[in-house]
C-alpha cells in the first residue's frame, strides 16, 4: 500500500482511529445490551483497562483495531511503508503490553475475551456477534450453578446506559 500521506497527517490519521467509543466497540456494546447484559466501561483498574467488563461473568472484553494491536495475519494489518521500523517497534510494543495485561487478568481470574475489528465487518459480524453469544451464555450457566460474588470498587465506572 503506498504511502502518500506525511508522517504528521499519519499520525493525526492514526490517533484518530484510537482511543475510546470507536465504531467496532459500539458494536459490540450495543449487541452485548441488547442481549441484556450490562456492563462496565474502560475500567482503570483492571490491567489493560478492558474495553467491556461484565462482572457477573467474570469477563473481560478486549474490541481491538487490527492494527493498533498487530493482529497477526490479517488483511486489516500492514506496517505503512513510510517509517515502517518505528512502527513495528510501536505495535511490537502494544502486541507485547497486550499479551502481557491478558496474563495478568487470567491470573486474576477473569475470562479474556478479544473481538478484533476485521470479525466486524458486515460480512462477518454476526458470526462473531452470535459466537460472543454463545461463549457468555455458557459462561452464565455455570456461574449460575456455582454461584460466586466478585467485587469492583463501585467509584470505578458507571454502568453504561447506551442511547
Ligand atoms: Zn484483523
Redesign the pocket.
Known amino acids: 500500500m503506498p504511502d502518500h500521506m506525511t508522517p504528521e497527517q499519519r499520525h493525526r490519521c492514526m490517533s484518530r482511529i484510537r482511543g475510546k467509543d470507536t465504531k467496532p466497540e459500539m458494536l459490540v456494546r450495543r449487541w452485548l445490551w441488547s442481549q441484556g447484559y450490562r456492563y462496565r466501561l474502560h475500567v482503570k483498574s483492571l490491567p489493560g483497562r478492558p474495553d467491556v467488563v461484565l462482572r457477573k461473568l467474570r469477563t473481560v472484553i478486549f474490541v481491538n483495531g487490527?492494527f493498533w494491536h498487530g493482529?497477526e495475519s490479517?488483511r486489516?494489518?500492514r506496517l505503512p511503508e513510510t517509517n515502517e521500523e518505528f512502527w513495528r517497534s510501536k505495535i511490537d510494543a502494544n502486541r507485547r503490553r497486550d499479551a502481557r495485561n491478558a496474563t495478568l487478568l487470567r491470573r486474576m481470574g477473569w475470562h479474556v475475551f478479544t473481538v478484533?475489528?476485521?470479525?466486524l465487518t458486515p460480512d462477518s459480524r454476526r458470526h462473531t456477534l452470535l459466537s460472543l453469544s454463545r461463549r457468555l451464555s455458557a459462561l452464565l450457566l455455570a456461574s449460575c450453578a456455582r454461584p460466586t460474588r466478585y467485587s469492583l470498587p463501585d467509584d470505578e465506572t458507571a454502568c453504561a446506559a447506551e442511547p
Open positions: 487490527c493482529h490479517c486489516g494489518f478484533w475489528e476485521c470479525q
